[in-house]
């Protein structure tokens, strides 16, 4: 069933993608924007018409093949079959969880990331940094927005200790069920714009949805009195047009957000750690007991947190295991499967 959609360029087209099709391509091809990613279906928006359609069957393996939300495709103007994905401006992935560690697209073509946590026993300084590596990594801009303000009455202590993790990072305190609050997020959400949502289940991305489009129509049901999380979770990704014209893409809440192939986004959040790691005597450094290390003389002055250095070794060992390539993942477990 075909209805009237928005046009490309309200839709985030932008020369980027326009330069990639060929004459041909431009006089056989629509390109369309992935809405929706379903089990076997997606659903497209095109200059003037939306469809659902069925995807390639792609290797299952080559996860980069599959299209993600927000991706721009080509489809043959007679049968709308999907041609080719056209090259991402950004991508966001991640290892799924389980055994396997199957990569797991999450979004494409975002202009802004908001990393939303609440105000309360769901804010965390280990999961927002590995949030920000994530944006940093793909060049996307972050946001941090913290909800439910109304139940603290020292919601500038959440904002301070994310000001905290890296000089400059926006920081955006709302009531996501206040829309004069809410509006302060509008800049991010004007024309083709597209801003991404992602954080825990429970933290209010429904409701903050629902308020920055100025309707009900995800669901939501009021939090657990037990442990704050929100017994309505998001299970579609898929982009919701706001009032401002931008795009606002709902992810499901996370349990494991593993990072992979994410160097330069450790480099960056950690910036103070690395700069620190350059000062040490030695270059092979391991940061524990050599003398004239820059980053343990640093935990000693007290200016840097010994639960930060923590944190980023972690992140380093984590992100060093999934670059890795899944055959040799597999080898390395089933040597240490002979040696228990």
Known sequence: MESQ???????????????QLSEEEVQRCHPVRVMAVYRGKIAITGDGFEKLIRPDRADPDAAED???????????????????????????????????RRLQLIAANVDTLFIVMSCNQ???????ERYLVLAREVGVNPIVVLTKIDLTDTPETFADAARELQPGLLVQTVNARDPDSVASLAKWCGTG??????GSSGVGKSTLVNTLRGSDSLATQAVREADGKGRHTTTVREMHR?????????TPGMRELQLSDAGGGLAEVFEDIVVLAQQCRFTNCTHETEPDCAVQNAIADGT???????????????DALNTTSPAWRRSRQKQNGRRR
């Open 66 to 100: 599959h299209p993600a939300v927000g991706d721009w495709l080509l489809v043959d103007r007679e049968t709308f079959s999907p041609v080719r994905i056209l090259d991402r401006a950004s991508l966001f992935k991640r290892r799924a969880a389980g055994h396997g």
């Open 5 to 19: 959609g928005p046009t490309l360029v309200e839709l985030g087209w932008r020369p980027f993608f326009q330069a």
């Open 193 to 198: 714009q597209t801003v991404a949502l992602m």
């Open 122 to 128: 769901d804010f965390n300084i280990a999961r927002l």
């Open 242 to 250: 706001l009032d401002q014209g931008g795009w606002l893409l709902d």
């Open 304 to 318: 840097l947190e010994p639960s930060r250095l923590k944190r980023w070794r972690g992140l380093v060992a984590e």
